[in-house]
């Protein structure tokens, strides 16, 4: 999301109105040695922007990147996309295209309204399994996508000693499906175990680890209906912080799923998006044109993070 316009007027002591005194750490070696002249004095806490007091981002959203960019007509060999990003055709082995930016818009997409990779599950980290999640989630792929060859997760030819063909047939999870199960944000970050808000009456018991407490904090009023905290709604008098299959079990049961008009709408557009023929799928234009994003202008969804 694009900052606003009058956070480029802000002085030193705006930031620290908004987002109080800078946290810094001197710099530590592992051997336990100065860590010598040219090494910083000390690290900087990142600022994170939702924790300001006042809301700074704007509906606007930026082009983002994988911090690579090629001409076109010259694409590379292997890219630097994250193979959870990685559209089918390069997933196989085939030269990435403007379709595979398409492609990974989609995953984007996904990920901004769920919080979750579309393609991922658990430690996907390269083409083969990234083909077994689009195959359990798109559908059946073609014979001759099916019989391409792997080396250590990656496309190899024939030739190579190691070559094997992947394996497919992991448990199906439609699009459609997956879609219409998304969590949307609660009426209150106090709610019972059937998602009505309630007035807790004792406190919940205390984080197991230090880095849970920072989790349950919700973010900013300023910023409700933009962005929203599952871990920060208490459900039931307590909070659940680490996956489990009671945190699973608690949030599908309490919190209500995005709205039938919206779901069907995503669904509408990554459905055209997501497809094994790169040349059907549609163009940037078409895609900022599609109904949904009025739909988010409209005010009528926030973003998990």
């Given at each position: 999301?694009?900052?606003s ?6 002085k ?24 010598g ?6 690290i ?28 076109k ?10 193979a ?114 309630e ?19 919700p ?14 709604v ?16 608690a ?7 995005i ?7 995503l669904?509408?557009?990554l ?24 739909f ?10």
């Amino acid at each position: 999301m694009v900052l606003s316009e009058r956070f480029q007027d802000y002085k030193e002591e705006d930031i620290h109105r908004d987002f109080g005194r800078p946290l810094t750490h001197p710099i530590e070696t592992c051997s336990g040695r100065p860590a010598g002249p040219s090494a910083p004095a000390y690290i900087v806490k990142p600022l994170d922007f939702c924790v300001a007091s006042t809301n700074l981002l704007t509906s606007r959203l930026c082009v983002i990147d994988f911090d690579q960019c090629f001409q076109k007509d010259q694409p590379p060999a292997r890219i630097g996309t994250p193979a959870i990003y990685m559209g089918l055709e390069v997933a196989i082995g085939q030269l990435p295209s403007e379709a595979s930016d398409i492609w990974a818009l989609g995953c984007v997409i996904f990920r901004m309204r769920s919080a979750d990779d579309i393609f991922l599950d658990y430690d996907t980290c390269c083409p083969s399994q990234v083909l077994q999640q689009i195959e359990s989630t798109i559908g059946d792929l073609t014979g001759c996508w099916a019989d391409v060859l792997f080396d250590d997760g990656w496309p190899t030819t024939e030739d190579s000693p190691f070559a094997e063909v992947n394996y497919y047939g992991f448990p199906r999870q439609p699009l459609e499906e997956r879609i219409f199960s998304l969590l949307d944000e609660p009426p209150s970050v106090y709610i019972d175990s059937c998602g009505e808000p309630e007035i807790p009456t004792e406190d919940p018991a205390p984080p197991r680890l230090p880095d849970h407490g920072p989790m349950r904090v919700p973010y900013a009023v300023a910023y409700r209906s933009i962005i929203w905290k599952p871990t920060a709604v208490c459900i039931d008098g307590d909070y659940h912080t680490s996956y489990s299959d009671e945190m699973e079990d608690a949030f599908r049961g309490a919190f209500t799923r995005i709205r039938v008009e919206e779901a069907s709408l995503l669904l509408d557009l990554l459905s055209r998006i997501f497809v094994y023929d790169a040349a059907s799928r549609p163009g940037l234009k078409e895609i900022a044109a599609h109904p949904w994003f009025r739909f988010h202008q409209e005010g009528k969804m926030t973003h998990v993070v």
